[in-house]
């Protein structure tokens, strides 16, 4: 993608803090789910912005997103950074669904993922699945099994609609007139399936559709995202 993932820079926090910040957010959502299924994909790639990410979900839609900048360079376009990401999320019931089956239809990712064969790298995604049929994991740069590229693919899409969602807040706080090329990038992301679950980033899009101080053609196009969310 545009890298959404590669346009965000990180306003660099202590890493006790992410840490544990994460650690909370994991507890939580095990603590909600008690002995229900949790699914977690775990990415990692040293050259994108931002390197790392994790992204954690129960049954019921509730999930929990953490992100951690890396060393990688930004193309020093941004106006303003947003900092690592660490914020529960909702997702919409058939998403879950559709992780939670392919999941238990890979047997739980036992089988393996990895292809082996020789492809540029794409970043590193660490499947994992944990519930009362047991847990399995499974880690891939590519892999041959279309189920399992697929999920990755969506995964990943989601996390970049989380990550765009944080870098329009600082655009809304910051720089009301960059809204209006982020706004249009996200419309085309999501039209193009490179942006889903639009629903995780509500509240700022309401915040953005609300606000009369933000042109009319981006209120529009925030209003036209929502009514198209993933309920």
Known sequence: MRAVLLSVVATMLALHGH?????????????????????????SNPEAI?????????????????????AARGDGSLVTETANID?????????????????????????GCESHLKVAFQGVKKLTYTGPEGQGSCAYNYSKDKEVQALGDSLIAVAGTIVEGARLEMLLQHDRLGLDREMEYLAEAAGERHAQQIGAIREILERIADDPAVMDRVRKRAKLLLASADE
Request: neutral net charge.
């Open 19 to 43: 840490s544990e910040a994460m650690r909370i957010g994991t507890e939580t959502i095990a603590a909600n789910s008690a002995a229900g299924p949790v699914f977690e994909i775990d990415f």
């Open 50 to 70: 931002p390197a790392h990410w994790t992204l954690t979900m129960d049954a019921d839609g509730r999930g929990h997103f953490h992100s951690a900048r890396g």
């Open 87 to 111: 914020r529960d999320v909702r997702l919409s019931a058939a998403f879950v669904e559709r992780v939670f089956q392919t999941a238990r239809h890979q047997k739980l990712f036992s089988g």
